[in-house]
């Protein structure tokens, strides 16, 4: 991993999320936007950070029970570290999912093959779609009378085009395996264009075939026949994302203004939504204008401002400059 031909991506996903925070915050402040910021307490910070922190270790935990049923006992630091490099990828590359291939590499350097690292991180996206799939209908139908959703309407159909087209194309591969298998086999006649060499080729396609299979056992281990290791991953699915998305309430309630946890947990999954449009490193941009949106329905735009800048600070850059020391630190060890 190289992270010289990522710096432009760095340099871009800040400078968009900086130029739209700026703006927002343009638009926003009033004379009592700056003191809502500095009167945070810092007991509060560390507070809001420390559930930060619960999201990582969360997605930590479910590296590791989604590894575990697949047959390898990963160290839960090794299983945080990949999410700290997925993180820094997700933050730098076009979409807020961007951190898959990391994950992939990554876990295949352990006991893993690549077509079990391959299930364990779609699996992973897997359990994000049934979760968001249950979670946000039901959210929408509870409070969708008090949200104005017009202005987000084409981004929220692109990004659930995307969303529910991946899940389902998903389910298609591994439904349908056989079918796939075969398609891998005729291949080679593209190959040609790119590998001359017969042998070459052969191997290649077998080794593809192999991967594939594991790819689909791995999958079926998870969500059939480790069921107990299943629901312990779906479990952490639900810890990692509510954690993350009470932060703007927390943020309120340090401004010394009522939260509203429901409503505010519905907007954060909109917005998580949305940032999977790959558009902007990281959703950067995305993220910073559907937040401004969705929350000056409810807030005044001076506390609206103030607490989206606090919101990207402890979520977004945290997850960039805590991912990136973790990034340099794996590649100084010759990963």
């Known amino acids: 991993m190289e992270l010289k031909k990522w710096r432009k991506w760095l340099v871009l996903s800040i400078v968009i999320s900086s130029a739209s925070l700026a703006i927002i915050f343009m638009y926003s402040s009033t004379a009592s936007s700056i003191p809502l910021i500095l009167q945070l307490s810092p007991l509060f910070f560390l507070a ?71 299930a364990l991180t779609l699996g992973e996206r897997l359990i994000d779609f049934i979760f968001f799939g249950v979670a946000l209908p039901l959210m929408l139908i509870l409070l969708g009378i008090s949200i104005n959703l017009k ?9 659930a085009a995307l969303f529910i087209f991946g899940g389902v194309f998903l389910l298609i591969v591994i439904l349908h395996a056989g079918w796939f298998k075969k398609k891998i086999k005729k291949l080679e006649k593209l190959l040609r264009f790119f590998m001359k060499n017969k042998e070459k080729r052969k191997r290649f396609i077998q080794k ?16 059939k026949r480790k069921k107990f290791h299943f629901l312990g991953a779906l479990g952490a699915t639900a810890v990692m994302w509510v954690a993350d998305f009470s932060i703007p309430s927390l943020i309120l309630i340090a401004f010394g203004y009522h939260p509203f946890w429901l409503l505010s947990i519905t907007f954060q999954m909109i917005i998580l939504l949305i940032t999977i449009i790959p558009v902007s490193p990281g959703g950067s941009g995305l993220a910073e204008f559907s937040a401004y949106f969705l929350y000056t329905q409810k807030l005044p735009k001076n506390l609206t401002g103030a607490m989206i800048i606090l ?25």
């Open 48 to 118: 809001i950070l420390a559930v930060h922190t619960l999201h990582w270790f969360f997605w930590a935990l479910r590296i590791k029970i989604m590894a575990h049923a697949l047959g390898d006992k990963i160290s839960f630091v090794w299983a945080f570290r990949i999410v700290m490099v997925n993180l820094f990828m997700a933050s730098i590359t076009p979409s807020s999912l961007g951190g898959e291939p990391s994950r992939i590499y990554m876990l295949s350097q352990g006991n893993l093959s690549s077509g079990d690292a391959t």
């Open 151 to 159: 202005d987000l309407e084409y981004e929220l159909l692109a990004a």
């Open 208 to 223: 593809a075939e192999k991967e594939f299979e594991t790819f689909v056992k791995g999958i079926m281990v998870i969500f």
């Open 311 to 335: 919101w990207r600070v402890l979520t977004f850059y945290m997850n960039l400059f805590v991912g990136l020391a973790y990034t340099l630190h794996y590649i100084k060890k010759g990963k």
